[in-house]
């Protein structure tokens, strides 16, 4: 029988796992009901909203977590919780295939919810609140899904008041941060929001590349990889905020072990069936080399997360900028590169892993150098002796 300690890890790992649904389930419900220039005007919007909630998300929650003498417990602004509400009433008052305006507006409000609510969760430690928050979002994810197979156009409106829902439940009042959450150091929370910005800036990128080079069959059918393999995201996400609340020291196993876990039971899933029966006509161009390639390119950030979280608790947040810019410059470079000799999706995933491998190797140099907890547990000395 699973310990307290193993019950809470497992409802919070799990309730990461659902900070995926919203975005899966809207390419799926607009697989069945919209037209393809909107389905691929949806992928670029939704990733341009995970892209802006995850530098809200840099500046309020990480920030602080890089603050070492911050004051005051985490807890969910008020401003967040307005944001959603407002956000998700366009899709809930609108038509169900949405206007372009009212996607983008949209897919922002409602994932800065969704991820600001999740990351403040996990660090916090408040798992019945976050599990009862992911049940919420996955059922009425579950509800809209078989709504839109029936061709139901309330479909979009359940889906929208799910995300709201997920988002409210795990709302405190009385735990909000004070000043609205802003942060006690700006300067640090920049830098930050900076490093996010500057990495984060790879998806709209390539995404909008495909749409125009390619085609909107194309970014829908990359959005859609991006989301399956994106599955273990949240996991990277939960083990990435107890690295930096903890350090490496005990939880680095656990971590690695459920991230394995999670990759192989997504694989399995996708190519089991499950794939098709979520995504339905966007999952028809999915090929079986673009996803493996996908999830080696998670893999791979498995390795460069360690060291990122031992520099940021080191307070190293200037050199993790710059080798965070520095890994967006070889990301486009690459992708560009490789998309420009062969026009599909699976060539993004392979600069990906490339990339990735290079970026976790920087990572580890600069690591040994300026984190030394990383350094007596990952040094080049210290590997020596163990194997010897």
Same mark, same amino acid.
């Given at each position: 029988?699973?310990?307290?300690?193993?019950?809470?890890?497992?409802?919070?790992?799990?309730?990461?796992?659902?900070?995926?649904?919203?975005?899966?389930?809207?390419?799926?419900?607009?697989?069945?009901?919209?037209?393809?220039?909107?389905?691929?005007?949806?992928?670029?919007?939704?990733?341009?909203?995970?892209?802006?909630?995850?530098?809200?998300?840099?500046?309020?929650?990480?920030?602080?977590?890089?603050?070492?003498?911050?004051?005051?417990?985490?807890?969910?602004?008020?401003?967040?919780?307005?944001?959603?509400?407002?956000?998700?009433?366009?899709?809930?008052?609108?038509?169900?295939?949405?206007?372009?305006?009212?996607?983008?507006?949209?897919?922002?409000?409602?994932?800065?919810?969704?991820?600001?609510?999740?990351?403040?969760? &996990?660090?916090?430690?408040?798992?019945?609140?976050?599990?009862?928050?992911?049940? &919420?979002?996955?059922?009425?994810?579950?509800?809209?899904?078989? *709504?839109?197979?029936?061709?139901?156009?309330?479909?979009?409106?359940?889906?929208?008041?799910?995300?709201?829902?997920?988002?409210?439940?795990?709302?405190?009042?009385?735990?909000?941060?004070?000043? *609205?959450?802003?942060?006690?150091?700006?300067?640090?929370?920049?830098?930050?929001?900076?490093?996010?910005?500057?990495?984060?800036?790879?998806?709209?990128?390539?995404?909008?590349?495909?749409?125009? *080079?390619?085609?909107?069959?194309?970014?829908?059918?990359?959005?859609?990889?991006?989301?399956?393999?994106?599955?273990?995201?949240?996991?990277?996400?939960?083990?990435?905020?107890?690295?930096?609340?903890?350090?490496?020291?005990?939880?680095?196993?656990?971590?690695?072990?459920?991230?394995?876990?999670?990759?192989?039971? &997504?694989?399995?899933?996708?190519?089991?069936?499950?794939?098709?029966?979520?995504?339905?006509?966007?999952?028809?161009?999915?090929?079986?080399?673009?996803?493996?390639?996908?999830?080696?390119?998670?893999?791979? *950030?498995?390795?460069?997360?360690?060291?990122?979280?031992?520099?940021?608790?080191?307070?190293?947040?200037?050199?993790?900028?710059?080798?965070?810019?520095?890994?967006?410059?070889?990301?486009?470079?690459?992708?560009?590169?490789?998309?420009?000799?062969?026009?599909?999706?699976?060539?993004?995933?392979?600069?990906?892993?490339?990339?990735?491998?290079?970026?976790?190797?920087?990572?580890?140099?600069?690591?040994?150098?300026?984190?030394?907890?990383?350094?007596?547990?990952?040094?080049?000395?210290?590997?020596?002796?163990?194997?010897?």
């Amino acid at each position: 029988m699973l310990d307290s300690k193993h019950l809470h890890t497992a409802v919070q790992v799990g309730a990461g796992l659902a900070l995926n649904v919203f975005p899966a389930i809207f390419i799926a419900i607009y697989a069945r009901i919209a037209p393809i220039d909107t389905q691929g005007f949806l992928a670029l919007a939704l990733v341009v909203g995970v892209y802006v909630a995850q530098l809200f998300n840099a500046f309020v929650v990480e920030g602080r977590l890089a603050t070492p003498d911050a004051e005051g417990d985490l807890g969910l602004p008020l401003w967040v919780v307005l944001l959603t509400i407002a956000s998700g009433a366009l899709l809930v008052i609108g038509p169900a295939v949405a206007t372009t305006a009212a996607l983008m507006t949209s897919s922002v409000g409602v994932m800065t919810g969704l991820l600001m609510a999740r990351s403040i969760g &996990v660090v916090s430690g408040a798992w019945k609140r976050e599990g009862l928050g992911a049940a &919420v979002l996955i059922v009425a994810s579950a509800i809209a899904l078989w *709504m839109s197979v029936q061709h139901n156009p309330q479909c979009v409106r359940v889906l929208a008041v799910g995300a709201v829902l997920a988002v409210l439940v795990r709302y405190r009042p009385g735990r909000a941060l004070p000043r *609205m959450g802003f942060p006690p150091d700006v300067r640090r929370s920049s830098w930050v929001t900076a490093e996010t910005a500057v990495v984060g800036v790879v998806q709209p990128a390539i995404t909008s590349l495909l749409l125009v *080079m390619v085609g909107p069959a194309a970014s829908v059918t990359f959005r859609v990889i991006s989301t399956v393999a994106g599955a273990v995201e949240p996991i990277l996400a939960y083990g990435r905020y107890r690295l930096l609340a903890h350090g490496h020291r005990g939880e680095l196993a656990p971590f690695t072990v459920v991230f394995v876990a999670a990759m192989v039971a &997504v694989l399995i899933a996708a190519f089991g069936g499950l794939g098709s029966l979520i995504f339905g006509p966007a999952w028809r161009d999915v090929g079986v080399a673009a996803l493996l390639l996908a999830c080696l390119w998670k893999g791979f *950030m498995l390795l460069s997360t360690v060291p990122f979280a031992a520099l940021r608790k080191a307070g190293k947040t200037v050199p993790v900028f710059w080798i965070r810019g520095a890994s967006t410059v070889i990301y486009l470079m690459i992708s560009v590169g490789f998309l420009l000799v062969w026009h599909a999706p699976a060539a993004i995933f392979l600069s990906f892993v490339v990339a990735e491998m290079i970026t976790a190797l920087i990572y580890h140099r600069a690591a040994v150098k300026d984190a030394s907890d990383y350094a007596a547990a990952f040094g080049l000395r210290q590997l020596r002796e163990r194997l010897s």
